[in-house]
């Protein structure tokens, strides 16, 4: 635990990047149509979350894309998380999962050109699906709606704030 606000790490969490959080961090992030999903155990006091984009890997057509971007699609995001916090000796039921972003009323000059409309129904719903193969449920979700988030995700209470960004900020 640490001793004042000074000893807490900042971090900011990029598009498809994942943080484990071994150390007391406050890990920062912005999403729109991309999910958040963090992971934490009370038992250890550890959380990891990640920020991905799209719903699936194997929907993209470039087989020699780079594996370090595996936390850029939900569903190999899921795999990544749970095999980080099984590293730290955490069991899954221990596990306090948690989901956020996938906004939709976008319209299409704000999404990325490579992205399909709907793309945020999809990733909550890749996230939701991937968690329940998994045997985990979300504790809380705070998704869809058409406005972006900033979330603040606490790697060691395992808290999130989130502020919704105004429609033009986004």
Known sequence: MPQNQSDIRRVFLHTGDAYLGVKPTI????????????????RKRQGVICHAFLPSRSEIKDIN????????????????????????????????????????????SQVRPS??????????????????????????????GNVGRKLLFCTYTGDVWIKRLEKNMF
């Open 115 to 144: 992205c399909a409309l709907g793309i945020g129904n999809r990733n909550v719903d890749a996230a939701l699906e991937n968690l329940k193969a998994k045997g985990l449920k979300p504790l809380s979700m705070d998704v869809g």
């Open 27 to 42: 890990v920062s992030t912005v999403l729109g149509s991309c999910v958040a999903i963090s992971m934490y155990s009370p």
């Open 65 to 108: 894309e780079p594996s370090i971007q595996i936390c850029r699609y939900v569903d190999t995001a899921v795999d990544h998380l749970l095999k980080s916090m099984r590293r730290l000796g955490v069991r899954k039921n221990e596990l306090e999962v948690k989901l956020f972003g996938g906004a939709t009323g976008l319209t299409y």
